[in-house]
């Protein structure tokens, strides 16, 4: 059929129509989905809001552990519960063995209950096998484990053992656990070893046969031992625990009743089925009982029960020592390339079974690596509950670490990136300048990794004093001489078990758990570092200006000027004005050449002996940290009270800063009795008496400018460091003697007044000895000592910046004294040289004196008869 214009136009226009139908339809579809889609997500807002709220939870993986006080700790403390085994967990707790390919997939944030390497202890044959080797080298230290042999190798020597038994006549019981086992199994005991097997794997200890008994019983301590961290190691001991006890009364083994394990076996898993097992009502009751209880009975039957704690402690920390070179290897190699002084990624929860006997020894049988916890009576759910709530809350597991860690990456990954490449032959053509240079970059990076791991120590010390619970710390120990010992043992086990590294090891030890150094002492070893590395830089642009020559002279090193008649003038007229002062300040200021140094002879009117540094301001204004009289010092408590009501909380805090003005004043008289001390203290030139050390204090000011050239050419060119630091000694030994004679106490260290002398002692010693020298020539400027109290936020009293400003004159006056032995122990008659530099004889007041020693004898042994008198100071 053959359609007209009319009939096209009709056509099409029923095709558009058409058109337009099917898209509004699909129109409509898409609406309908957008719909759909819409309400899904609505749907989804309500679990999406509380996956979010749990995203931003501490959570827990515990699917590895099975056991429920566990679980109702960690929501106890706050923590969430991870539904499935989660990864990324916070906290992951396991019974059983971890792998270290997990450990070393964690990220710096999360915790997981376990070490690698802690086998060597728990393990029965490497506990005997460690603890045999480490009894060859400390014999005294390591006899808290009976005597064991391992099986098979040991089948010839434990042979052997029973032969000479026989032949003495003598008779010993024995007991034989597998190597491996746990819960009492495959435990038997022996009188004749010859019928064990000889090709098995068991452990053959001489059986404790005079055990401490309870009521007739056999018993052993199961102690809880909580290890926060490996790098370095801390270790802490549980206040209570339990007290196993056997179900039959205990009679000496024989022949008849070795096979009655409920007697002579301790264990839980086995006493459990006898049916004489009593559950104790309460803690002192019962076949299971608390160490505190244990204790009660101790101190009722007059046993020492703080000997008995002590010994147990010193032996827990000595196997961990054992243990400690295994598990540092092995953590290190599971965590390559974390930095040093963070947070340790293992935690590890110990249960140490000890028998004590009749002497009160304790006797190390095993340590368990997974100490069951179960609840199956009340007083585990007591005890066990207390240790799994201290021990999470002990780990400082916080939300911010996360992020923290992840920004980290990202700053190692720009370090990494950004870090310039270098080649060998680069640093094989290095200029001196170069290499001095990168010398003392690495210096004061490991000055910053020094002060890293010391704030973080500081840091995690004050958290675990707050935080430790029912937790004792027993390494690193607060006993100086215990520490010391245990350092001497950390020394050996290194020696023992890593002899390839142990001195390597040994310097470690010695930086981590014997540094002496403080925060600020630190800090300030970094800013001698950064004036070394400006000054090689000065001297190395000095270099390359046209037409000099020779060395370039010294900082603050004076021009060799001759001392005229003049100068001697105008420094009699200084004198005289001083002199011409108020009668408390008649002959009290004696002025020295150039102002620099200042010495007191009288009573000033408060009654203290002074000699103040002239080049000090005394000036103590707004602008500084010095305090006046009244003004409260920032190591002092202070607390405000409101204007509420006088509760029992106010009148607490009005009683403790009653108390604090009581130890405020007290600290105060005893830091000025410090002064009264430093004041009356002289330095003693060897073989003279008090007045002629003066009098040689006086001409060598008197006659300044011609020695001050020679005595900084001696203080910074020809002493080195030791010898620089021997000088500073002889004062700071004797005020060290000083505040314990004042203080009375034997440690001094940790007395905030000493610490601060000791940030002075270190200022002197700055830039290779120029702290003190420029106290003689640059008094008030930027270099003075007095600049690191301006930068501590510390507020320093003036009674205690009076001391300081002694100490530096005591120091400076030391320095002149050594000086002029030196010169007169050299040679008694000058040179012609040093004739022609003489000032004139009319200001020369310096007699020529025989030397004190012979001139054959070396410097070092010159310097040993000044230093030999360390009591200079009197």
Same mark, same amino acid.
């Given at each position: 059929?053959?359609?007209?214009?009319?009939?096209?136009?009709?056509?099409?226009?029923?095709?558009?129509?058409?058109?337009?139908?099917?898209?509004?339809?699909?129109?409509?579809?898409?609406?309908?989905?957008?719909?759909?889609?819409?309400?899904?997500?609505?749907?989804?807002?309500?679990?999406?809001?509380?996956?979010?709220?749990?995203?931003?939870?501490?959570?827990?993986?515990?699917?590895?552990?099975?056991?429920?006080?566990?679980?109702?700790?960690?929501?106890?403390?706050?923590?969430?519960?991870?539904?499935?085994?989660?990864?990324?967990?916070?906290?992951?707790?396991?019974?059983?063995?971890?792998?270290?390919?997990?450990?070393?997939?964690?990220?710096?944030?999360?915790?997981?209950?376990?070490?690698?390497?802690?086998?060597?202890?728990?393990?029965?044959?490497?506990?005997?096998?460690?603890?045999?080797?480490?009894?060859?080298?400390?014999?005294?230290?390591?006899?808290?484990?009976?005597?064991?042999?391992?099986?098979?190798?040991?089948?010839?020597?434990?042979?052997?053992?029973?032969?000479?038994?026989?032949?003495?006549?003598?008779?010993?019981?024995?007991?034989?656990?597998?190597?491996?086992?746990?819960?009492?199994?495959?435990?038997?005991?022996?009188?004749?070893?010859?019928?064990?097997?000889?090709?098995?794997?068991?452990?053959?200890?001489?059986?404790?046969?005079?055990?401490?008994?309870?009521?007739?019983?056999?018993?052993?301590?199961?102690?809880?031992?909580?290890?926060?961290?490996?790098?370095?190691?801390?270790?802490?001991?549980?206040?209570?625990?339990?007290?196993?006890?056997?179900?039959?009364?205990?009679?000496?083994?024989?022949?008849?009743?070795?096979?009655?394990?409920?007697?002579?076996?301790?264990?839980?898993?086995?006493?459990?089925?006898?049916?004489?097992?009593?559950?104790?009502?309460?803690?002192?009751?019962?076949?299971?009982?608390?160490?505190?209880?244990?204790?009660?009975?101790?101190?009722?039957?007059?046993?020492?029960?703080?000997?008995?704690?002590?010994?147990?402690?010193?032996?827990?920390?000595?196997?961990?020592?054992?243990?400690?070179?295994?598990?540092?290897?092995?953590?290190?190699?599971?965590?390559?390339?974390?930095?040093?002084?963070?947070?340790?990624?293992?935690?590890?929860?110990?249960?140490?079974?000890?028998?004590?006997?009749?002497?009160?020894?304790?006797?190390?049988?095993?340590?368990?690596?997974?100490?069951?916890?179960?609840?199956?009576?009340?007083?585990?759910?007591?005890?066990?509950?207390?240790?799994?709530?201290?021990?999470?809350?002990?780990?400082?597991?916080?939300?911010?670490?996360?992020?923290?860690?992840?920004?980290?990456?990202?700053?190692?990954?720009?370090?990494?990136?950004?870090?310039?490449?270098?080649?060998?032959?680069?640093?094989?053509?290095?200029?001196?300048?170069?290499?001095?240079?990168?010398?003392?970059? +690495?210096?004061?990076? /490991?000055?910053? =990794?020094?002060?890293? #791991?010391?704030?973080?120590? @500081?840091? &995690?010390?004050? %958290?675990?004093?707050?935080?430790?619970?029912?937790?004792?710390?027993?390494?690193?120990?607060?006993?100086?001489?215990?520490?010391?010992?245990?350092?001497?043992?950390?020394?050996?086990?290194?020696?023992?078990?890593?002899?390839?590294?142990?001195?390597?090891?040994?310097?470690?030890?010695?930086?981590?758990?014997?540094?002496?150094?403080?925060?600020?002492?630190?800090?300030?070893?970094?800013?001698?570092?950064?004036?070394?590395?400006?000054?090689?830089?000065?001297?190395?642009?000095?270099?390359?200006?046209?037409?000099?020559?020779?060395?370039?002279?010294?900082?603050?090193?004076?021009?060799?000027?001759?001392?005229?008649?003049?100068? +001697?003038?105008?420094? /009699?007229?200084? =004198?005289?004005?001083? #002199?011409?002062?108020?009668? @408390?300040? &008649?002959?009290? %200021?004696?002025?020295?050449?150039?102002?620099?140094?200042?010495?007191?002879?009288?009573?000033?009117?408060?009654?203290?002996?002074?000699?103040?540094?002239?080049?000090?301001?005394?000036?103590?204004?707004?602008?500084?940290?010095?305090?006046?009289?009244?003004?409260?010092?920032?190591?002092?408590?202070?607390?405000?009270?409101?204007?509420?009501?006088?509760?029992?909380?106010?009148?607490?805090?009005?009683?403790?800063?009653?108390?604090?003005?009581?130890?405020?004043?007290?600290?105060?008289?005893?830091?000025?009795?410090?002064?009264?001390?430093?004041?009356?203290?002289?330095?003693?030139?060897?073989?003279?008496?008090?007045?002629?050390?003066?009098?040689?204090?006086?001409?060598?000011?008197?006659?300044?400018?011609?020695?001050?050239?020679?005595?900084?050419?001696?203080?910074?060119?020809?002493?080195?460091?030791?010898?620089?630091?021997?000088?500073?000694?002889?004062?700071?030994?004797?005020?060290?003697?000083?505040?314990?004679?004042?203080?009375?106490?034997?440690?001094?260290?940790?007395?905030?007044?000493?610490?601060?002398?000791?940030?002075?002692?270190?200022?002197?010693?700055?830039?290779?000895?120029?702290?003190?020298?420029?106290?003689?020539?640059?008094?008030?400027?930027?270099?003075?000592?007095?600049?690191?109290?301006?930068?501590?936020?510390?507020?320093?009293?003036?009674?205690?910046?009076?001391?300081?400003?002694?100490?530096?004159?005591?120091?400076?006056?030391?320095?002149?004294?050594?000086?002029?032995?030196?010169?007169?122990?050299?040679?008694?008659?000058?040179?012609?040289?040093?004739?022609?530099?003489?000032?004139?004889?009319?200001?020369?007041?310096?007699?020529?004196?025989?030397?004190?020693?012979?001139?054959?004898?070396?410097?070092?042994?010159?310097?040993?008869?000044?230093?030999?008198?360390?009591?200079?100071?009197?």
């Amino acid at each position: 059929m053959v359609l007209g214009p009319s009939g096209a136009a009709n056509g099409y226009q029923s095709h558009q129509t058409e058109n337009r139908l099917r898209q509004q339809q699909l129109q409509a579809d898409v609406h309908v989905d957008r719909m759909e889609t819409e309400e899904e997500k609505r749907l989804r807002a309500q679990p999406k809001a509380k996956r979010k709220k749990r995203r931003n939870m501490i959570t827990a993986n515990l699917s590895g552990t099975r056991y429920d006080v566990i679980r109702q700790m960690v929501e106890h403390v706050g923590f969430g519960v991870a539904r499935d085994d989660d990864p990324t967990s916070f906290l992951i707790w396991n019974d059983a063995f971890v792998s270290t390919e997990r450990i070393t997939d964690l990220k710096p944030y999360q915790r997981i209950n376990h070490f690698p390497g802690m086998g060597e202890v728990t393990r029965k044959d490497n506990l005997a096998r460690n603890m045999m080797k480490m009894a060859k080298t400390c014999p005294e230290d390591f006899n808290f484990v009976p005597r064991t042999w391992i099986l098979p190798s040991d089948y010839n020597i434990i042979q052997n053992y029973m032969k000479d038994l026989k032949a003495h006549k003598k008779s010993k019981t024995f007991i034989v656990k597998p190597s491996n086992g746990a819960q009492g199994h495959g435990i038997s005991l022996y009188k004749n070893l010859e019928r064990i097997p000889a090709q098995e794997h068991f452990i053959v200890q001489e059986y404790v046969d005079k055990p401490l008994l309870m009521d007739g019983y056999k018993f052993d301590l199961r102690i809880y031992v909580l290890i926060t961290s490996c790098d370095p190691l801390r270790v802490f001991l549980f206040n209570d625990g339990l007290v196993r006890m056997s179900t039959e009364k205990y009679l000496p083994p024989a022949e008849n009743n070795l096979s009655h394990l409920f007697m002579h076996l301790t264990n839980y898993s086995v006493n459990k089925h006898n049916e004489f097992y009593e559950k104790g009502a309460s803690v002192d009751a019962g076949s299971k009982r608390s160490i505190k209880s244990f204790n009660e009975y101790l101190r009722r039957n007059d046993y020492d029960v703080a000997l008995l704690w002590r010994n147990i402690s010193d032996m827990i920390v000595k196997t961990l020592i054992v243990a400690e070179p295994h598990i540092l290897h092995a953590y290190r190699m599971c965590r390559p390339g974390a930095p040093l002084a963070s947070d340790s990624v293992c935690f590890e929860v110990l249960g140490f079974d000890v028998l004590i006997d009749r002497k009160l020894r304790p006797w190390l049988l095993e340590i368990n690596r997974s100490p069951s916890f179960g609840t199956d009576e009340k007083i585990d759910f007591d005890i066990k509950s207390a240790l799994i709530e201290d021990t999470i809350r002990l780990l400082n597991i916080k939300m911010s670490d996360k992020k923290k860690n992840l920004n980290a990456q990202k700053m190692e990954a720009q370090k990494r990136l950004f870090r310039p490449t270098k080649r060998v032959s680069d640093t094989a053509d290095m200029s001196e300048f170069d290499k001095k240079r990168a010398s003392i970059e +690495r210096r004061k990076e /490991e000055l910053k =990794e020094m002060l890293a #791991r010391v704030k973080k120590a @500081y840091l &995690r010390e004050e %958290y675990e004093n707050r935080n430790r619970g029912r937790f004792i710390r027993i390494f690193p120990s607060d006993d100086k001489a215990k520490q010391e010992r245990y350092i001497h043992l950390l020394e050996a086990a290194y020696s023992t078990f890593m002899a390839g590294r142990a001195t390597s090891m040994h310097k470690e030890i010695q930086l981590i758990y014997n540094n002496k150094l403080k925060e600020s002492d630190i800090i300030d070893m970094i800013a001698e570092c950064e004036n070394d590395e400006q000054q090689g830089r000065l001297n190395y642009e000095g270099k390359r200006v046209p037409g000099s020559r020779g060395p370039k002279p010294l900082v603050s090193m004076p021009s060799s000027e001759q001392y005229t008649p003049a100068d +001697r003038e105008d420094d /009699e007229e200084t =004198e005289s004005s001083h #002199r011409s002062g108020s009668p @408390y300040q &008649r002959d009290t %200021y004696r002025s020295r050449p150039g102002s620099v140094n200042s010495r007191v002879s009288n009573r000033t009117p408060n009654g203290l002996n002074s000699r103040p540094n002239s080049g000090i301001n005394q000036y103590s204004g707004p602008g500084r940290p010095f305090s006046g009289v009244g003004q409260t010092s920032s190591r002092s408590i202070s607390r405000q009270a409101g204007g509420q009501k006088l509760t029992n909380i106010q009148r607490s805090n009005v009683d403790d800063t009653f108390l604090t003005s009581v130890i405020r004043e007290r600290e105060e008289e005893l830091t000025r009795r410090t002064l009264q001390a430093l004041n009356d203290m002289r330095i003693k030139f060897p073989g003279k008496s008090d007045e002629e050390a003066d009098n040689i204090l006086d001409r060598l000011q008197e006659n300044w400018k011609f020695h001050k050239p020679r005595i900084a050419s001696y203080w910074l060119v020809k002493l080195d460091s030791i010898k620089r630091r021997k000088v500073i000694d002889i004062v700071r030994s004797n005020v060290r003697a000083v505040l314990q004679r004042t203080w009375r106490v034997s440690d001094v260290d940790n007395l905030p007044v000493y610490r601060m002398f000791s940030r002075v002692f270190n200022r002197l010693l700055w830039s290779h000895g120029q702290g003190l020298w420029n106290c003689f020539t640059s008094p008030g400027g930027s270099a003075n000592w007095e600049t690191i109290f301006s930068k501590s936020s510390e507020v320093v009293t003036e009674t205690e910046l009076n001391c300081s400003r002694r100490i530096v004159q005591l120091c400076k006056d030391c320095l002149l004294i050594v000086y002029q032995f030196a010169a007169e122990a050299k040679n008694a008659t000058p040179g012609p040289a040093e004739r022609e530099n003489e000032p004139p004889a009319s200001t020369q007041r310096i007699e020529n004196k025989p030397p004190l020693v012979s001139g054959t004898q070396t410097l070092s042994q010159r310097y040993s008869k000044l230093y030999a008198r360390s009591e200079t100071l009197s």
